[in-house]
């Protein structure tokens, strides 16, 4: 069984630029989340994927924006990069819609706006 | 609105001593509550939930809606147990669930 994985690890963008964030669900699980989690924070809860269709929604602007394959792996896109937008952003895969379910965590993607 | 407050940042105990790291919430609903803990140079990982009413390393939290807390803790404080403390809070969001976050409580557990 493969774990959640993210790609890249670390990248560095320029304000106004755009970035795509990149997630593989661990096997067997249908359902990823993503959250941003800036420093000294606690992760928050950007959008969630469940059979290739956006589930569920945080407080984040429109230019934050998803994609779930039909493998369910995942993309993060974010048009317009703003200095804020600067924070780990984490995948949480999980294997049920409703109701209670772990979520697994990757390891993060760090990014960097300049 | 959800809510969960961590009220430590840091918490800093000595090996063999108790440790109760404090998780407070606000919710409307019936709360599912969590605790994730994140060891240096590792990801996020679930620790327990609630409704399990388990013990996982020696750690224990219950859920308390009067005072609307699920407090950590553990009698014994190990050196392996120092790392960041999340707190989550599950909650309906469009067909599924999320999670909300405190902001963590780094516990250090020193010789």
């Known amino acids: 069984e493969t774990g959640v994985t993210q790609s890249p690890t670390h990248l560095i963008k320029t304000r106004g630029q755009q970035v795509t964030l990149r997630c593989s669900s661990q096997s067997g699980h249908n359902t990823v989340s993503w959250y941003q989690q800036a420093l000294g924070q606690g992760p928050q809860f950007i959008f969630q994927?469940?059979?290739?269709?956006?589930?569920g929604r945080g407080n984040f602007p429109p230019r934050f924006s998803g994609l779930q394959f039909p493998n369910y792996s995942s993309e993060l896109n974010v048009n317009a990069l703003e200095l804020d937008d600067s924070a780990l952003y984490l995948c949480?895969?999980?294997?049920?819609?409703?109701?209670?379910?772990?979520?697994?965590f990757g390891q993060g993607t760090r990014l960097t706006v300049v | 609105a959800q809510r969960v407050t961590q009220p430590e940042k840091l918490l800093s105990v000595f090996k063999g001593a108790p440790v109760e790291l404090k998780c407070n919430y606000s919710y409307s609903g019936s709360p599912e509550l969590f605790w994730y803990v994140q060891y240096s140079r590792q990801r996020l990982q679930l620790l327990l939930r609630h409704i399990s009413r388990e013990s996982i390393k020696g750690f224990t939290a219950d859920l308390n809606k009067g005072e609307t807390s699920f407090h950590l803790k553990k009698p014994f404080a190990q050196e392996e147990d120092s790392a960041m403390y999340y707190c989550a809070l599950s909650s309906p969001t469009g067909g599924g669930n999320k999670l909300t976050f405190g902001t963590g409580t780094q516990l250090k557990v020193e010789l």
């Open positions: 949480a895969s999980s294997s049920k819609v409703t109701g209670t379910t772990e979520a697994f």
């Open positions: 994927y469940y059979r290739e269709e956006e589930n």
